[in-house]
């Protein structure tokens, strides 16, 4: 511990600085930075034209190291590896390309460095071909083609919009778009992450609902059950012991909820099914069930298509 310090000088001489430390034992000093003296002495890059376009990177270094820090091509942040481990690098671009790697000590300090240039021929690839993409005007619906597979996943756009993505095996609605001229373009995508061969189809929408058909059939076995069908939020039709059927339309764009429900206790055990099927592309939307005291609820939005609504309350 310095306990004080004297600071002396004048014009012409050297400045003077004498000072009084309190221990015991031996006073150690050193005049300069900790220093790391590994150094990386070769760098042995293998993997650069196999087929998963996953890059490893060997090295060797003289001295001592606790990590290493690379970098590729000079550019962004460097990262950081545990010595000794080989890199494996994937999503190279094929050509040209350099990695630096620069040694780093226990005391933190780093030691000497090295690059080494490689070039990549091949890369990650997604081999999956979409051939063609099959449009129903009528039904309003597309459907990919797949000559090649592999790829689970797909992206689409409309009109060359937002991409979104679903199952390569997806049935994509269009039954919102417009009357007119359109374009979906469809494009697999593999696990990797890697786009695959795409396709595009310029379709026309003749006509295009303004309303989407609801219908409904309501079956209960009374009392205490009720059956609500709400459209943007207002009540449109509420059954409670007494069964119904029938048909309401709801504008495109619209949300339409339907709640079916049980408040008997479980002394009286009844089973509550509700199931919603779009009936323009033949496919099931919703289908639950459950056991009261209980409700069932599910929401869509209504895109021009015509729906069937099957509520059911049945004593066990």
């Not at 150094?39 to 293998?46: S, Y």
């Not at 590729?72 to 094929?94: E, H, N, R, S």
């Not at 303004?210 to 009392?223: A, G, L, M, T």
Request: net charge negative.
């Amino acid at each position: 511990m310095i306990e004080t310090s004297t600071l002396s000088f004048a014009p012409g001489v050297l400045v003077k600085n004498d000072f009084s430390m309190q221990g015991n034992g031996k006073l150690d000093m050193f005049d300069g930075l900790i220093p790391c003296p590994t150094v990386i002495t070769e760098i042995t890059v293998d993997g650069q034209e196999d087929a998963d376009g996953i890059v490893h990177v060997s090295y060797t270094y003289t001295g001592e190291a606790y990590q290493v820090k690379y970098r590729i091509d000079g550019q962004g942040d460097y990262a950081y590896a545990v010595a000794d481990l080989t890199l494996d690098i994937p999503g190279l671009a094929i050509g040209d390309h350099d990695i630096e790697i620069i040694p780093v000590c226990t005391n933190g300090y780093e030691g000497t460095g090295m690059d080494q240039d490689f070039i990549v021929t091949q890369a990650q690839t997604c081999s999956t071909v979409i051939s063609s993409i099959t449009v129903d005007t009528s039904a309003k619906t597309a459907v990919a083609v797949v000559s090649v597979s592999g790829a689970t996943q797909m992206k689409y756009r409309i009109d060359g919009g937002a991409w979104i993505s679903a199952l390569i095996t997806a049935t994509i609605s269009l039954s919102a778009l417009s009357p007119g001229s359109h374009t979906i373009e469809m494009v697999p995508v593999c696990s990797n992450g890697v786009s695959g061969t795409g396709a595009t189809n310029t379709f026309t929408i003749s006509s295009s609902p303004v309303q989407s058909i609801i219908n409904y059939d309501y079956e209960n076995h009374p009392p205490n059950n009720y059956f609500d069908l709400y459209v943007n939020g207002v009540l449109v039709i509420s059954l409670s012991a007494t069964n119904g059927s029938g048909m309401i339309t709801a504008p495109v764009g619209q949300t339409v909820k339907v709640v079916l429900a049980s408040t008997l206790t479980p002394s009286d055990l009844r089973n509550i099914t509700l199931d919603i099927t779009d009936d323009t592309t033949s496919t099931s939307i919703y289908s639950a069930s459950t056991v009261n005291p209980d409700a069932l609820t599910h929401s869509f939005v209504a895109d021009g298509d015509e729906y069937t609504i099957t509520a059911t309350i049945d004593p066990i």
